[in-house]
C-alpha cells in the first residue's frame, strides 16, 4: 500500500527566503506526483504535476524535482513571500486512486 | 471556463440524518473523485467515478455512497450521519480516469451535532 510522507511537518521562514519541502513514496510504481496548494478552510489548487517519465517540472518560482527510483520529490519555492502562507500537499497517483501526504504548513513572515 | 463547483459549501446536520453532497467538474472532464478531510486523518480517497460507473473506493463504511449521472456531475450521500463525519468533503474532476490531473473544488463542510 502507497504511504506518502512529507517533511517538515510545518515552516516558518523570514520572506525572501528560499526553500524546499519534501515529499516521499514507498511505491515508486506511480504514474504522475502533483503537488497543490490548500489555504484555510478552502479547497486544494494545483500546483506542479510532474508526469513519471518526467525529472522535473517548473512555474513562476516554484520547481518540482521527481526521483521516482528513491522514492522523493521536492518543492522549491523562490524568493518566498507572505502570500506563499499555506499548507502544501503532494499526491502520487498509481494505479487505482490518488494518496496525498499529510502537508507541509508553511508561514512567510514580512 | 468554470472550475469544479461544490454545493453546497456548509451544511449543519444532526446523528442519524443523512445528507447529499453535489459537484459539478469542470466541463469535458468525466472522471469525478471524492475525498474527505478532517485534522487527524488528512486526506483520504472516498470513491472515483468515470462515465457513471464507479472505478474505485476507499475503505470507507458502506454509509457512504455516491454516483454520477450522464452529464458527469457527481453526488455523494451520507446515511445516519455520525459526529466523525464531521468533515471537509472535497471532489476533484479529471479529464480521464488513468493518469490523471487533478483539479478541486472549495469543499463542502459538513458539522454533524
Known amino acids: 500500500k502507497q504511504e506518502v510522507t512529507q517533511i517538515p511537518a510545518a515552516l516558518s521562514v523570514p520572506e525572501g527566503e528560499n526553500l524546499v519541502l519534501n515529499c516521499s513514496f514507498t511505491d515508486s510504481a506511480i504514474y504522475n506526483l502533483q503537488w497543490f496548494r490548500q489555504d484555510p478552510g478552502k479547497g486544494l489548487t494545483s500546483l506542479l504535476l510532474?508526469?513519471?517519465?518526467?525529472r522535473e517540472q517548473t512555474s513562476g518560482r516554484l520547481n518540482a524535482s521527481l526521483d521516482k527510483s528513491s522514492g522523493r520529490s521536492t518543492l522549491y519555492i523562490a524568493a518566498s513571500q507572505p502570500g506563499d502562507s499555506a499548507t502544501y500537499l503532494c499526491a502520487v497517483f498509481d494505479n487505482n486512486d490518488m494518496r496525498f501526504g499529510a502537508g507541509t504548513r508553511l508561514t512567510v513572515k514580512p | 471556463k468554470a472550475g469544479v463547483t461544490q454545493t453546497p459549501r456548509y451544511l449543519i446536520k444532526t446523528r442519524g440524518q443523512q445528507v447529499t453532497l453535489s459537484c459539478s467538474p469542470i466541463?469535458?472532464?468525466?472522471?469525478v473523485s471524492w475525498y474527505q478531510q478532517t485534522p487527524g486523518q488528512g486526506l483520504q480517497f472516498l470513491f472515483e467515478y468515470f462515465s457513471e460507473t464507479q472505478r474505485n473506493k476507499g475503505n470507507f463504511p458502506g454509509r457512504f455512497s455516491g454516483r454520477q449521472f450522464s452529464n458527469s456531475r457527481s453526488e455523494m450521500n451520507v446515511s445516519t450521519l455520525e459526529l466523525g463525519d464531521s468533515a471537509l468533503y472535497l471532489c476533484?474532476?479529471?479529464?480521464?480516469?488513468?493518469?490523471?490531473?487533478?483539479?478541486f473544488g472549495q469543499g463542502t463542510r459538513l458539522t454533524v451535532v
Open positions: 466541463s469535458g472532464h468525466r472522471s
Open positions: 510532474i508526469q513519471s517519465s518526467q
Open positions: 476533484a474532476s479529471s479529464l480521464q480516469a488513468a493518469n490523471p490531473e487533478a483539479f
